[in-house]
């Protein structure tokens, strides 16, 4: 089995920044693509950042210039630099992932984090 365990997650006030964390864990032999979601209450889970497993990257357009996804392809996690923070940045965190198993490898299945909280108050 696999499991994404993430970090980093609190309360920052507005302009300030925070990083996020997800590392994978288990049989895994490969991951694809890697992503961040966030979600509030009322609203659909909205896709944040985006990388691929070379390091291409695409953004949302509410946070393209203030946050930055990457990847360690050595160490199985991802991070999400967020800085300039605004309240409504504000929500859950889920990190995504497409994973492949060393039983299966040609088969990439969806993995999601439990989610971390980001807060952006003053």
């Known amino acids: 089995q696999v499991q994404l365990v993430e970090s980093g997650g609190g309360l920052v006030q507005p302009g300030g920044s925070l990083r996020l964390s997800c590392a994978a864990s288990?049989?895994?032999?490969?991951?694809?693509?890697m992503a961040w979601y966030r979600q509030t209450p009322g609203k659909e889970r909205e896709l944040v950042a985006v990388?691929?497993?070379?390091?291409?990257?695409n953004y949302a357009d509410s946070v393209k210039g203030r946050f930055t996804i990457s990847r360690d392809n050595i160490k199985n996690t991802m991070y999400l630099q967020m800085n300039s923070l605004k309240p409504e940045d504000t929500a859950v965190y889920y990190c995504?992932?497409?994973?492949?198993?060393?039983?299966?490898?040609?088969?990439?299945?969806?993995?999601w984090g439990q989610g971390t909280l980001v807060t952006v108050s003053s």
């Open positions: 990388i691929t497993s070379g390091g291409s990257t």
């Open positions: 995504n992932a497409w994973v492949a198993f060393w039983t299966e490898r040609d088969k990439y299945l969806e993995v």
């Open positions: 288990g049989s895994i032999f490969s991951i694809n693509t």
